[in-house]
């Protein structure tokens, strides 16, 4: 099993819509969670973090389920700027960072 | 710009050359990342540093792959005799190691490409 698994997408939504991703990690025992924002040939930037159950800011919202095993994120009222790949990070308690593959959202006028 | 930079932004070499690229982490951050990232993946861990000490490497790092952080500031990244499979975006992050949290963040990358 990978250490963190993502919806690669593509996700499309009109402008407004409310859209949620989902991300798996395999190690139980992690303590920190982290949702990074990559647009087309750029690195990536922090979006938010997550170190209990949960973050909000503003539009974004993250949540982790820790019986499950899973972080989410929600974008509430979706702008043409929201369009990215969304990528869900996880370091395990060696101090790897293992990154999903990233789910990519389009928003659409 | 008080942010990670990293040099070149591009490289365009031929298979069998050895290239070399450096890092220039935030100046207060004590950690520093490697990472591979290629087409429609997420990137993937290469080896970081703890000052100035090599602290830990992936199975993904060939010998031909070489670290280091002579001084605990800048880093390099050489690849010796590239081959076409190490065409990808190598991108460097520098974070600042607290007892309660690590926050990584990247430089623009450098894109190498192998012909």
């Known amino acids: 099993r990978k250490e963190v698994e993502q919806d690669p997408g593509p996700f499309n939504v009109p402008e407004g819509a409310t859209v949620a991703f989902n991300c798996t990690y395999s190690n139980s025992a992690s303590q920190s969670f982290f949702w990074y924002r990559q647009d087309c040939r750029k690195e990536p930037k922090l979006l938010m973090s997550v170190y209990s159950s949960g973050n909000e800011d503003g539009r974004f919202t993250a949540q982790l389920n820790r019986a499950s095993q899973y972080i989410s994120l929600l974008i509430r009222d979706s702008k043409l700027s929201d369009s990215a790949t969304y990528l869900c990070v996880i370091p395990n308690t060696g101090n790897q960072f293992y990154f999903g593959t990233g789910t990519s959202l389009t928003v659409i006028p | 710009d008080t942010g990670v930079s990293q040099d070149p932004r591009h490289k365009i070499t031929k298979r069998g050359q050895n290239v070399t690229f450096r890092c220039d982490p935030i100046?207060?951050?004590?950690?520093l990342y490697w990472y591979r990232q290629t087409l429609g993946q997420g990137p993937e861990f290469l080896t970081y540093f703890q000052n100035e000490a090599q602290l830990e490497k992936s199975r993904l790092l060939s010998d031909r792959f070489s670290a280091e952080r002579p001084k605990g500031s800048f880093s390099t990244l050489e690849i010796q005799r590239t081959e076409q499979g190490d065409s990808a975006m190598y991108l460097c992050?520098?974070?600042?190691?607290?007892?309660?949290?690590?926050?990584?963040?990247f430089g623009p990358g450098t894109r190498l490409l192998v012909l």
């Open positions: 100046s207060e951050h004590n950690r």
């Open positions: 992050a520098s974070s600042f190691m607290s007892r309660l949290q690590e926050t990584q963040y």
